[in-house]
């Protein structure tokens, strides 16, 4: 059974961090792009990050550049977001989900990890 | 943001075909790249409903159709259930550095 459980959530201060971690089990992690997706609270999907299957490219969504680092960990099947300089704005469900080739779709989800950025 | 656009809200009664519209651009779907749908039913993370613009993975019911035509692409649902009420969001590739997968809107589909 291929699940992918998040975690590291929380309630932080506006322009303070959170890590989040994303474990991975019952597909071959390494083989993969890996995506961060989120969604505010009542709104839709939006794309936050990714990375390749060895960790060498890296993408971002354009309002999370510099403040936001994706990472893996094929060894411990894990993959991370560093998230530095919270806003407002980024309060949303993360959820991590394994694209199924390039240019392509998410074929597994987590269940989400809520980040909420208040004072 | 998103880059495509759904219709908010789409209603049926059981039994009946309802359709969900997708529109891109140029940049995404005209683009050729292919478009895949998600269900997301109340409090649940979001389930992949269609793949490469008209596949569905197993265990989706035949119910689920999805097509692709120029910038466009819909989701038909026939024989609508109760269980069938949630958001639903296509979703394809932005070919932009400003954000690489892009979804649309999201369309509420409430069975009457």
């Known amino acids: 059974e291929v699940q992918l459980v998040e975690s590291g959530g929380g309630l932080v201060q506006p322009g303070g961090s959170l890590r989040l971690s994303c474990t991975v089990s019952?597909?071959?992690?390494?083989?993969?792009?890996m995506n961060w997706v989120r969604q505010a609270p009542g709104k839709g999907l939006e794309w936050v990050a990714n990375?390749?299957?060895?960790?060498?490219?890296?993408y971002y969504l354009d309002s999370v550049k510099g403040r936001f680092t994706i990472s893996r960990d094929n060894a411990k099947n894990s993959l991370s977001l560093q998230m530095n300089g919270l806003r407002a704005e980024d309060t949303a469900i993360y959820y991590c989900?394994?694209?199924?080739?390039?240019?392509?779709?998410?074929?597994?989800w987590g269940q989400g990890t809520l980040v909420t950025v208040s004072s | 943001q998103s880059v495509l656009t759904q219709p908010p809200s789409v209603s049926g009664a059981p039994g009946q075909r309802v359709t969900i519209s997708c529109t891109g651009s140029?940049?995404?779907?005209?683009?050729?790249?292919?478009v895949h749908w998600y269900q997301q039913l109340p409090g649940a993370a979001p389930k992949l409903l269609i793949y490469?613009?008209?596949n569905r993975p197993s265990g989706v019911p035949d119910r689920f159709s999805g097509s692709r035509s120029g910038t466009s692409a819909s989701l038909a649902i026939t024989g609508l259930r109760a269980e069938d009420e949630g958001d639903y969001y296509c979703?394809?590739?932005?070919?932009?550095?400003?954000?690489?997968?892009?979804f649309g809107t999201g369309t509420k589909v409430t069975v009457l």
């Open positions: 989900a394994r694209v199924r080739y390039t240019y392509g779709h998410h074929d597994y």
């Open positions: 019952g597909l071959t992690f390494s083989s993969y792009w």
């Open positions: 990375i390749n299957q060895d960790g060498t490219e890296k």
């Open positions: 140029s940049s995404n779907i005209g683009a050729g790249y292919d």
């Open positions: 490469g613009n008209s």
């Open positions: 979703q394809s590739y932005g070919s932009s550095l400003s954000a690489l997968y892009v």
